[in-house]
């Protein structure tokens, strides 16, 4: 009898046994999906625990190192906004004319004036604030900076308009525009407008004399105005205009070694220029020695002027020195 107990019995005790196993996976897959209801996932693409989130508000991890600009945001720039873990509030925006962004469940931000970070810092404590986040996490990049910009014209290898990444100085604007080209002279002219906002004009020429503050430039001098930095060190401020002018040549003809081209020199004369010029042959006279000199020292093809060994030269002369008639 004892037996025959023990084998009716055996099927039973299998069955609670699975029973048992099941209503575990069960209760153990319920505890599972009200755990995930509660939390929200971290970024999908990094590997971290979850975190819990409290009603109505949402948790995310921290964001990853990224860098960002420090320039100073305003009217025009285009931002992206990241939120970590929050695809639906990254965004690419627009600053308005009133130097303000749209952002979801937020609405509209000031944030001119602002480095990215700075409006990043922003936005994430609106959010918190809001109790739209727990511990929101914000990115801000400028994708387009359109309001912080300065100009660079004349002889540089790329010449335009070059946004302010927070510090711009004149000789870091220079290399950004691919340096001086061979017809460079060596001063520039830092041209701060009046209005920053008015176009750069096309050449120092075209500025009219109350439209800004010229200030030169000698590439290689220590200060400039009394300035106790390098002025290639000053600080470009938005609508500021750097120009670089053409070389001033003179020329040099007629009974000399090296006739041609030659770069102006500060206190030029007519014996440096025949120095320059691989000094006279055998045939030259230097007591007959003619400067053409164009109105406004452009180089024209005025009536000549005899001229002595000591006589300036200006920017434009051709110089020509005759044969000699003995």
Same mark, same amino acid.
């Given at each position: 009898?004892?037996h025959?107990?023990?084998v009716?019995?055996?099927?039973?005790?299998?069955l609670?046994l699975?029973?048992?196993?099941?209503?575990?996976?069960?209760l153990?897959?319920? /505890?599972?999906?009200?755990?995930a209801?509660a939390?929200?996932?971290?970024?999908? $693409?990094?590997?971290?625990?979850?975190?819990?989130?409290?009603?109505?508000?949402?948790?995310?991890?921290?964001l990853?190192?990224?860098t960002v600009?420090?320039a100073r945001?305003g009217?025009?720039?285009?931002?992206?906004?990241?939120?970590?873990?929050?695809p639906d509030?990254?965004?690419?925006? $627009?600053v308005?004319?009133?130097?303000?962004?749209?952002?979801?469940?937020?609405?509209?931000?000031?944030?001119?004036?602002l =480095?990215p =970070? /700075?409006?990043?810092?922003?936005i994430?404590?609106?959010?918190? %604030?809001?109790?739209f986040?727990?511990?929101?996490?914000?990115?801000?990049?400028?994708?387009?900076v359109?309001?912080q910009?300065?100009?660079?014209?004349?002889?540089?290898?790329?010449?335009?308009?070059?946004?302010?990444?927070?510090?711009l100085?004149v000789?870091?604007?220079?290399? %950004?525009a691919?340096g001086l %080209?061979?017809? /460079?002279?060596?001063t520039?002219?830092?041209?701060?407008?009046?209005?920053?906002?008015?176009?750069?004009?096309?050449?120092?020429?075209?500025?009219?004399?109350?439209?800004?503050?010229r200030?030169?430039?000698?590439?290689?001098?220590?200060?400039v105005?009394?300035?106790?930095?390098?002025?290639?060190?000053?600080?470009?401020?938005?609508g500021d205009?750097?120009?670089?002018e053409?070389k001033?040549?003179?020329?040099?003809?007629?009974?000399v070694?090296?006739?041609?081209a030659y770069?102006?020199?500060?206190?030029?004369?007519?014996?440096?220029a025949?120095?320059?010029?691989?000094?006279?042959?055998?045939?030259? =006279?230097?007591?007959?020695?003619?400067?053409?000199?164009?109105?406004?020292?452009?180089?024209?093809?005025?009536?000549p002027?005899?001229a002595?060994i000591?006589?300036?030269?200006?920017?434009?002369?051709?110089?020509?020195?005759?044969?000699?008639?003995?």
């Open positions: 009898m004892s025959c107990r023990s009716s019995t055996a099927p039973g005790r299998l609670a699975r029973i048992r196993q099941l209503l575990a996976a069960w153990g897959a319920v /505890a599972v999906c009200g755990s209801l939390q929200v996932p971290s970024d999908p $693409g990094r590997s971290g625990t979850i975190l819990p989130a409290r009603p109505g508000a949402l948790q995310t991890q921290a990853p190192t990224s600009s420090n945001i009217s025009g720039d285009i931002l992206r906004i990241t939120v970590l873990g929050q509030l990254s965004a690419e925006v $627009g308005n004319d009133q130097g303000m962004v749209a952002v979801s469940l937020i609405g509209d931000v000031p944030v001119a004036g =480095s =970070s /700075a409006a990043a810092a922003r994430a404590e609106l959010l918190r %604030t809001g109790g986040l727990l511990k929101p996490e914000v990115a801000v990049d400028a994708v387009q359109r309001s910009m300065v100009s660079v014209l004349g002889e540089v290898r790329q010449p335009g308009r070059y946004p302010i990444p927070g510090h100085t000789l870091e604007l220079l290399a %950004t691919g %080209t061979d017809n /460079a002279e060596q520039v002219t830092l041209l701060r407008l009046a209005d920053p906002q008015t176009p750069a004009p096309a050449s120092l020429d075209a500025v009219p004399p109350a439209g800004g503050e200030i030169p430039i000698r590439l290689g001098d220590a200060s105005g009394g300035a106790s930095r390098s002025a290639l060190d000053a600080e470009l401020r938005t205009v750097v120009y670089v053409r001033k040549l003179f020329y040099i003809h007629g009974e070694n090296r006739p041609g770069p102006m020199e500060p206190g030029m004369t007519v014996m440096r025949i120095a320059l010029g691989g000094g006279a042959n055998l045939r030259a =006279s230097l007591r007959r020695i003619d400067i053409h000199r164009g109105t406004g020292g452009t180089g024209g093809t005025d009536q002027f005899r002595g000591s006589e300036p030269v200006q920017p434009g002369d051709t110089v020509f020195v005759n044969e000699s008639l003995f």
